[in-house]
């Protein structure tokens, strides 16, 4: 009967066997490629596409079933059209099927295979997403038939003790999420860029890092005069302040500054006036990460915290403010004492106090200073030389030439920071 068919209609049929098959590869790929995660987005904004999509993924062995079984029976109707074709072509002979096998291999290849999957895997969600229009009814018309199929496929992942995932979405860690910020700098802008890598960074961050050490810390001395007391308050860099007796061993309170000026409008405040409206300080433990920290400060409503050991002393304060710069940057507004902390020269050179914070120089100057040891340049020279230093004093620390220039009271004081010169991460003293 196939005698009275057309040759050329059979060529016709070929060509729409091999785009249909070329349909099946290229959605088959386009699926698996799609990304997930945009996928959901989609569905969140309510594109019907994307939901019929996604409840196609949800069952990938019935998706991949109904694909395949379509697949193959056009595979199989095409090997029959190019030998009858072949045989009309070249007659019944030795060689003939060695030409259609060949044929029908390499069309099946080039127009139902490698092209459509190449195309599939370019452009996923351009192609995945209108192609669920055609496989989900498909699915529906075909599922008796995969139904079965599935049947022998489980009970031989069973026989191999082989359990199928369950497709519950792809979580992503906190180095893929990183990632993906960093490649996503032409959509994302880069004080946004910024801010999400500095969160990350936050992960590994305590309140250590960012503290204000002991020795900067800003307070009032309710032993000293009550006309020092109030010029004090008046002049003072920061909106609360610590208030202690004699040192930072006798906290009594944290004082705010704007409460202590509306309180002074009606009387000048003495002692005891200044006590009643403290508030109690905030201890937290030192090595708190600062991501727990800033949730703390939330739920306590509270802006300053006062960093001790396990012993109890006073090692830093830490402040709401603080904990927000490491997310956002430094605000325009000069830290007491922080403004001369670091000071680039024209020469290219680095002026930095001792207790200049490392984060800072890594962030202000682009050095690559370690921050698993000392906090302070002064903690990382002193741990370099295991010794007070003399001023003059020349080492070189993680690659930075570094060049003592004041040291007061055993400590650094002040030194100067060239760029890096070499990859050594380790230091040596000249």
């Not at 996928?39 to 596409?49: A, D, I, T, Y």
């Not at 038939?145 to 995932?165: A, D, E, H, S, Y």
């Not at 001395?221 to 610590?242: G, Q, Y």
Request: proline share 5%; net charge negative; aromatic share 6%.
């Amino acid at each position: 009967m196939s005698d009275h068919i057309p040759l050329a209609w059979l060529f016709t049929a070929l060509a729409v066997m091999l785009l249909i098959a070329g349909f099946f590869s290229i959605a088959e790929t386009s699926m698996m490629a799609l990304n997930r995660n945009r996928l959901k987005h989609l569905v969140r904004e309510g594109r019907r596409s994307a939901r019929l999509t996604q409840e196609l993924l949800e069952k990938t062995d019935r998706l991949l079933g109904v694909i395949l079984l379509g697949n193959n029976l056009v595979n199989a109707a095409s090997a029959v059209l190019v030998a009858e074709m072949s045989i009309r072509l070249f007659g019944e002979g030795e060689y003939t099927l060695m030409i259609a096998t060949a044929t029908v291999t390499f069309f099946i290849l080039v127009f139902s295979e490698i092209t459509p999957k190449v195309i599939g895997a370019t452009y996923p969600e351009a192609i995945a997403l209108p192609s669920a229009y055609i496989l989900s009814p498909l699915l529906r018309v075909a599922y008796p038939v995969v139904w079965f199929v599935n049947l022998f496929v489980q009970g031989l992942l069973r026989l191999l003790f082989i359990k199928p995932r369950e497709d519950s979405g792809e979580n992503l860690s906190m180095e893929e999420l990183r990632t993906l910020v960093l490649e996503g700098g032409k959509y994302i802008p880069k004080k946004h860029q910024s801010i999400f890598l500095n969160l990350f960074e936050l992960e590994d961050m305590t309140v250590d890092d960012t503290m204000t050490p002991r020795g900067q810390i800003e307070g009032i001395d309710l032993e000293d005069d009550l006309d020092d007391i109030h010029t004090a308050i008046s002049t003072a860099h920061h909106t609360r302040l610590v208030v202690y007796e004699g040192g930072l061993d006798k906290v009594v309170g944290i004082l705010h500054v704007r409460k202590f000026l509306n309180a002074s409008r009606r009387e000048p405040l003495d002692k005891d006036g200044i006590r009643a409206i403290l508030r109690d300080p905030y201890y937290l433990p030192e090595g708190t990460p600062l991501l727990q920290q800033l949730t703390n400060f939330q739920e306590q409503m509270r802006h300053v915290g006062l960093v001790v050991d396990e012993y109890g002393e006073i090692l830093g304060l830490v402040t709401l403010q603080d904990i927000l710069e490491e997310i956002v940057g430094e605000f325009t507004s000069q830290k007491p004492m922080s403004g001369n902390l670091v000071r680039k020269e024209a020469d290219g050179t680095v002026i930095a106090e001792g207790t200049c914070p490392l984060r800072v120089l890594n962030r202000k100057a682009g050095f690559h200073f370690p921050l698993d040891g000392p906090k302070t340049i002064n903690g990382l020279v002193l741990e370099a030389l295991e010794d007070i230093p003399e001023p003059g004093t020349s080492l070189l620390v993680a690659g930075h030439p570094v060049e003592i220039l004041q040291v007061q009271n055993r400590m650094v004081k002040v030194v100067r920071i060239s760029e890096r010169k070499t990859a050594d991460a380790g230091a040596r003293a000249d």
